[in-house]
């Protein structure tokens, strides 16, 4: 499950790699211009330096960017140093794996169907990287706000144009 | 090159070339034609398997040796069905000289199988060069007949490039008869180091050995386990080097808290060494081979029990010595005089040896390679070394990227030479898998 720390991870990785190769970003333009708390940023960026994703300079002109190519860095990379294995739902970890207090995991069949959503999961975010996402278009983006902007149990006849072409 | 692939020569015929042949005449296209050259009077060898020495085992049990992906029990299987080992025996380590015998005979009965239908032919031959033509291949042979296909595979393993300076390789020419009693100093502390070992032992000779490498550090024993299960979900990619060794130690340490032996976390993470290896970024990779993979290796390449069990012997009653330095001088004197500086106490320790043997495996440039398919492509621009030095460049798909960076559609590598792009492919058990994934990526 993403998490908030993972999602502004994901955001500030971003920022980042919009910049000219090898510019620095500082962290307080990152924070505002993401809506991310500064403190909860900071310790992010440090994690993702510790992976080796970013690459800091302290002082007045420092801040923060990219260690390598956007193209290089997967977004499975980058989910699993901040939020740990991949995985929807606690008990379909093997690693970090957690026992549900209120079921038996081995008739369980919502872990079980969940096991498979773990490898779909891994196969979309290695597979795409940060400069994808960071491409991602404004149009793109429409169709998903329209997706999401769906009526609920909507009549199949009223789905936005842009969906239909989409597909 | 449209439509497929049919005719396909494959350079070198130790066993990387022998598996892919086996995978490749799976298929049923009767106009498959497999053509398999080596330089060697026998198939199947290579370095690794022609040793006679009864002593000379497996380092991977008979359970994990099968040449084929989808039948890993075929080994296993083979030597129960000849008597050579029975299932009580489990975990097995068959000599190594059993294991040519087996691709022998897969080689002979795939023989046997395809005489009518032509599509498999073995030469003999040292293989000079590979030139691509308009319509596919040509491979030069040096009896200065030339054989064409539509595409090549090499499959041309090891460099076995002559030992350098005094050293000199174990059962080579200059590996002349020696007083029982001489001294002598292997370079390196591996594998190879214990097979010296071993043959020497087996010739009675009863002299010191003084083995040098950097570190010093005897690769571990086998031991009876279960590998742990982890999934790529669990697994840091494409971090720093130091983030998932970081990762990689509080695994086993967790591990080992709940009573599991080391061994099964390594050997858990091996199904997803090539993805963690390809997800690095190129100075992870570079970290890794210098710094991480001799620890690496010890850990992850063991040898059988029984072997572990004479060289520790050896160790403990004196007769090998293990140290961790630098080889800085080697003076002629008759015998040799070498001046080791060691790696703790930087103070320099003096030996005199009788003859120095050249165990220690290390991978040379691939562009200064002795092996003349391979030199000449590389002079040729048709084929450039990885970023790392190692081996060759290759796609994922196995072909072979030129200096220039154009991939080829119609050379392509197997085994060792891709372990750039591979890393975890010395193996019969990865190798197998490479070829599998070929066959089915060239055929269909
Ligand atoms: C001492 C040793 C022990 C090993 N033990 C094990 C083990 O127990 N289990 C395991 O899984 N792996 C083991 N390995 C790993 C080993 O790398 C592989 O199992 C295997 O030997 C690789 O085979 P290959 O055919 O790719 O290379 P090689 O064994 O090097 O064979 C290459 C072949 O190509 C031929 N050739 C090269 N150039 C030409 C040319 N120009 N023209 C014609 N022919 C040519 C050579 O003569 C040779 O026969 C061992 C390796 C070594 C060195």
Redesign the interface.
């Known amino acids: 499950m993403l998490t908030k720390k993972g999602k502004y991870g994901l955001k500030a990785l971003v920022h980042l790699a919009r910049l000219p190769v090898g510019q620095l970003a500082f962290v307080n333009d990152v924070a505002t211009g993401n809506n991310i708390p500064k403190k909860f940023l900071d310790a992010i960026l440090g994690e993702l330096r510790?992976?080796?994703?970013v690459q800091s300079r302290k002082g007045k002109d420092g801040g923060y960017r990219l260690?390598?190519p956007a193209d290089?860095?997967?977004v499975?990379?980058v989910v699993?140093?901040l939020d740990g294995?991949?995985?929807p739902i606690p008990c379909a970890?093997?690693?970090?794996y957690q026992r549900c207090e209120d079921c038996n995991e081995a008739t369980c069949q919502v872990r079980h169907l969940m096991l498979e959503v773990?490898?779909a999961?891994?196969e979309v975010l290695?597979q795409r990287s940060l400069a994808e996402m960071r491409d991602i278009s404004l149009d793109d983006l429409s169709v998903a706000r329209a997706i999401d902007d769906l009526p609920v149990a909507g009549d199949i006849g009223d789905l936005p144009v842009a969906v239909k072409v989409q597909a | 090159m449209t439509g497929r692939a049919n005719s396909i020569i494959i350079v070198g015929g130790g066993a990387s070339g022998v598996v892919l042949a086996a995978h490749l005449l799976k298929s049923p296209n009767p106009d498959l034609r497999v053509t398999l050259i080596e330089r060697r009077p026998h198939f199947g060898q290579g370095i690794a398997y022609s040793t006679l020495l009864s002593a000379h085992v497996l380092n991977v049990s008979a359970a994990g040796m099968s040449a084929y992906a989808d039948d890993p029990g075929n080994f296993w299987r083979w030597l129960q069905e000849r008597g050579l080992a029975t299932a009580e025996q489990a975990p097995f380590y068959a000599p190594r000289s059993i294991y040519a015998r087996y691709l022998g005979e897969l080689l002979d009965e795939l023989q046997a199988r395809e005489k009518q239908s032509g599509r498999l032919r073995l030469i003999r031959e040292e293989s000079l060069s590979i030139t691509p033509t308009a319509s596919g291949v040509e491979v030069a042979l040096a009896n200065g007949t030339s054989v064409v296909a539509h595409l090549a595979v090499l499959a041309t393993g090891h460099d076995e490039e002559p030992a350098q300076g005094h050293a000199i390789r174990m059962g080579s020419e200059a590996d002349t008869a020696l007083p029982p009693d001489a001294g002598v100093m292997v370079l390196g502390t591996g594998l190879s180091m214990v097979d010296a070992f071993l043959a020497l032992e087996q010739r009675g000779h009863r002299g010191d050995i003084i083995a040098v490498s950097r570190r010093g550090l005897l690769p571990s024993p086998h031991r009876k386990g279960n590998p742990i299960k982890l999934d790529v979900a669990d697994i840091p990619l494409g971090t720093q080097l130091s983030y998932f060794v970081g990762w990689f130690r509080d695994l086993i340490k967790e591990n080992q808290k709940a009573g599991i032996d080391w061994r099964d976390v390594v050997d858990g993470l091996r199904p997803f060494n090539q993805k963690i290896w390809q997800n690095w970024p190129a100075s992870a990779k570079r970290r890794f081979v210098e710094h991480t993979k001799a620890w690496w290796d010890i850990h992850r390449h063991r040898m059988a029990p029984e072997v572990y069990a004479r060289v520790t012997e050896a160790v403990r009653s004196g007769r090998i010595r293990l140290v961790a330095g630098r080889v800085v001088d080697i003076a002629r004197n008759g015998e040799f005089t070498v001046q080791v500086q060691s790696r703790h106490t930087q103070r320099l320790e003096t030996f005199e040896v009788a003859r120095i043997y050249d165990c220690s495996g290390i991978v040379r440039d691939i562009s200064t390679s002795s092996n003349s398919v391979v030199r000449s492509l590389v002079d040729r621009g048709l084929a450039r070394p990885d970023p790392l030095r190692i081996g060759l460049d290759v796609s994922a798909k196995c072909e072979i990227i030129a200096g220039d960076g154009t991939v080829s559609a119609k050379i392509l590598a197997v085994g060792p030479l891709t372990r750039g792009t591979f890393f975890e492919i010395d193996a019969i058990p990865d190798i197998r898998v490479q070829c599998a994934r070929l066959s089915k990526q060239l055929l269909g």
């Open positions: 510790n992976a080796g994703f260690a390598r290089e860095i997967k499975g990379h699993r140093v294995p991949l995985a970890s093997r690693t970090q773990r490898q999961i891994a290695d």
